[in-house]
């Protein structure tokens, strides 16, 4: 099953008055501002009216943390393959724990959504999601061969870098398109727990049925790359995050990458015997 995001549809931006506020300093709320300027409000949408170095500046921060949340992932992936071969009791335990972290952070960002915009909450629930995912991951690689594994890693990486070279080239706009995508992962999860369920009564659906589930997968979280990172460069197009909302940028895009990854390798992997 994938991993539900905590995803916001953003905010559409028409004429927005920023109250003559210089761009200056960091961003998200913070206080960051130098020679005098005012730090950004919070709340304010990347907009065509935002100037290009601050949109930049914006997409640079996501991408950073980004790039460590996937760096921390592979570290520890490897780190749980290592420990479910020399100790599987200890390797169940995690996994229990990594599981109810994960499940208790989405439940405090779903009903403390604003902690994703306060610094350090929000790298705190980043650290906590991260490392728990990057569990998940390990556990899951485990089964599967390894050139499968590195054959689904190179497959997600190509895919990821071409929709982003897509997405930001492109004259078509995503961002309206959260809806129906919301409406695809729901439908996604509620066939993969109704196959688990099935499974679990030894009714178990075929291996022809458990790659068509996996292929949609891979359809679906390829348009939500598309779609994210459109709404992290905002500029033209219809909806967008805003300034404060740099962590559930880099959350949601590293979910897209993650789910992504888990189920091109459920789709062409071989597992082990």
Known sequence: ???????QQGHAY????YGGNTYGGDYGGKDGASSGEESIPMGIPLNGETPAHVRGDFVKKVYSILSVQLLVTVGVAYFVNGLIEENPAVAGVLQLVSLGVLISTMCIMCCCGDLMRKFPYNYGILT?????MSCSVGFITFQYKTESVLLAVATTAVIF?????????TTTDWTGMGPYLAAGLMA?????????LFCMMSMCPGQL????YAGAG?????MYIVYDTQMIVGGTHKNAYTIDDYAFAALNLYLDIINLFIYLLQLFGQRND
């Open 128 to 132: 906590l999601i991260t490392l728990a």
């Open 1 to 7: 099953m994938p991993i539900m995001e905590p995803r």
């Open 218 to 222: 891979v359809l679906i979280f390829t």
């Open 161 to 169: 870098f071409c929709l982003t070279a897509y997405a930001c080239c």
């Open 209 to 212: 049925l458990h790659k068509v």
């Open 14 to 17: 028409g004429g927005q008055a």
């Open 188 to 196: 996604l999860i509620a066939f993969g727990f109704m196959m688990q």
